[in-house]
């Protein structure tokens, strides 16, 4: 059995979160899968006999999401250090260190999530986009539907104020409109409409459906009744919705971004890779497959890479994180 932790790019909640974890989990020899949306990544436990990294990886493919792999770590303990007098050995509290999990890294050197980067992600996004071009996307995505929503609520009933001037190339009112609409609802909606038809194939409903039935029916209907079959048409209705929706996804990614960032320099902080003590061997195994009632060998100078009980040794420990006394402790 071996637990690993890979990275998942473009999720956008916890429901789709959910749903790669459900899709997963149907994997064969797949026995717990663990995705946080917001750090972009996924702890995996399986049995290496009966299922691969690679398959893991097109099965996330397969949900529509960008996987780069095997997260690497971004600093590892220089391996063969010899041990100093002031060893101190630690053993581990907890049954399981899935909260330590996220303290592997990915590279930032530019390697496998760079080279690994074939599938262009179905949301609109590059696969390899990470949160900061994500949020200017949808940024752009805002303003094309807000700038052509604004003729559009002038030239229709819902603006009223005054006399609009007559659509160009003499074009029916009807048609102008449909023009207009047709380039602030397809592109700047186009994610919504891929992440909803993604959460059905999973089985998910979120947010996603509930945007592609409101601004996708309107818009619809409107196109049928101006081409089609007489009727009321909605299209500053449909346009003035998707602007807020818009606005409020910038908004929420925005502050995503931020706290992506503000997690991932506290993950930096916990070591990737911790040395224990099994069959009178030290390994340097990663953090996140330390099991209950292993021995962990802490040199002078070490980060702690799970809580636990000390054993034996002696050494003075930095606790400021946790404290925030400067002074070591004993």
Known sequence: MKTTVIEIGGLLSVLSARGVEKQLLKLPGVTKAEVNYVAGSATVAYDETVVDLKAIKTRVHE???HC??????????EPGDPPGEAAVAAKPAHDAHSAHSDAVHPAEHGGRAGAGDEMAHEMGHDGGMDMQA???DIRNRFWVCLIFSIPIFIYSPMGGLFEPPAPPFGLRLDLWLLFLASIAVLWPSWPFFVAAWRALKNGVLNMAVLVVLSVGTGYLFSVGSTLFFPGVQFFEAVAVLLVFILLGHWL??????????AIRSLMDLAPPMATVLRDGQEREIPTAEVLKDDIVVIRPGN??????EVLEGESQ????MLTGESMPVE
Do not use: F, N, Q, T
């Open 63 to 65: 949900c529509g999401y």
């Open 68 to 77: 780069a792999g095997e997260r690497l770590p971004k600093h590892v303990c």
């Open 134 to 136: 994500m949020v200017r």
């Open 252 to 261: 929420e990614m925005r502050a995503r971004a931020g706290a992506s960032d």
């Open 303 to 308: 980060k702690i890479p799970v809580d636990g």
């Open 317 to 320: 420990v930095d606790e400021s």
